[in-house]
């Protein structure tokens, strides 16, 4: 696991590609400019990085116009509570439009109510010629209300129709809210959220539950050899081994930096150490290649905690016994997956700060 030194360092790579990029494009040292850049160092945002490689490649400089539409585009903080909005407020606009359509139909409901009580008074007098008007009268307001019926379900279907869509476009952007960019693994926050929900329902329904925490071995020594680029596709290529090792229900994220969690309901602490092992291997099986030079780097490897809920166990118990699992791995040598049976993992209150 990286540590606040490791994290200290990593981030002042970016910032300083970040003003060698400014710099080489002679371009005002603003914070927005530096943002983008520094953005664009990370590889956090593939949408970004493919604009700005679009635009450089054509004219090979970026203006003003196009650096504040990237940053508006793909870096606003409140872009995604402004899309939010846009779209509750639409639901709003729909709503209020429909209620209008219900109360001109209550009005003509009621007009024709009072149509009625009125023949029907005029209907003990009236002769003949009078009940032909009243026929009239009737066939009249039987074709308005007809009318607006049909104008009030062609509405009602069309509304039906525009929340339902507004309801997905809400539920992609809730969903881009709680997903890694880079990797495309669930984020920190949603795992957050999951893993207290996941414990909380193990605990309920007395049901086993694991978690792996892992970690990418010297990641550190990997990204100051060959970049951080390329840092950020080993971090791609161990979020693909884990997803395609895990299923169902399982949830897999990435927690933070180089480190990924995999919550695993109704798993026993053996299939889950199981399926680390696949993941460690399907790891360990992949030749990494740096795509700008097509020089091979060689194999990467992981270290994986195991743990599974105990009875009085919280979330923070559960995910510090793995992370302990995770450091005993570490130290153990890399590239294996321990336990918290396993005779290595000497105590659940081992430190969580592990080398990288």
Known sequence: MATSGD?????????????????????????????????????YHPSLNESINEILSRRGRLTEAEVEHICNSFLSPTRLSERI???G?????????????????????NTCSESLAGVSNELTQADREGLRAIVESLVHTAKEMESVNH????????????????????????????????????????????????????????????????????????NDTYGHLTGDQVLRL???????????????ARYGGEEFAII???????????????????????ELMK?????????????????????????????GRADACLYTAKHAGRNRVICETDPEFASPSMPATAVA
Do not use: C
């Open 7 to 43: 994290e200290h360092e990593r981030t002042m790579a970016f910032a300083e590609i970040a003003i060698g990029q400014i710099k080489a494009l002679r371009q005002p040292a603003t914070p927005r400019n530096f943002e983008v850049w520094y953005a664009y160092a990370t590889g």
């Open 85 to 87: 909005d846009v779209v």
């Open 89 to 109: 407020s639409r639901v709003v606009d729909e709503i209020d439009q429909v209620m209008a359509m219900v109360d001109v139909a209550i009005g003509s409901t």
């Open 151 to 222: 104008t009030l379900e062609e509405r009602l279907t069309a509304s039906k129709l525009e929340i339902n869509q507004l309801q997905r476009h809400l539920e992609v952007v809730r969903n881009e809210s709680l997903t890694d960019p880079l990797t495309s693994l669930s984020n920190r926050k949603f795992f957050d959220e999951a893993i207290t929900k996941a414990v909380q329902e193990a605990t309920a329904e007395n049901e086993v539950l694991s978690l792996l925490m892992t970690d990418i071995d010297h990641f550190k020594t990997f």
């Open 238 to 252: 161990v979020a693909q081994s884990v997803k395609a090792n895990v299923k169902g229900q399982d949830i897999a």
């Open 264 to 286: 695993l309901p109704n798993t026993v602490l053996r299939s889950a150490v199981t399926v680390a092992e696949h993941i460690r291997r399907a790891v360990m099986s992949k």
């Open 291 to 319: 795509r700008s030079t097509g020089e091979h780097l060689g194999r990467i490897t992981i270290s994986i905690g195991v743990a599974m809920l105990r009875p009085g166990d919280t979330a923070q118990s559960l995910i």
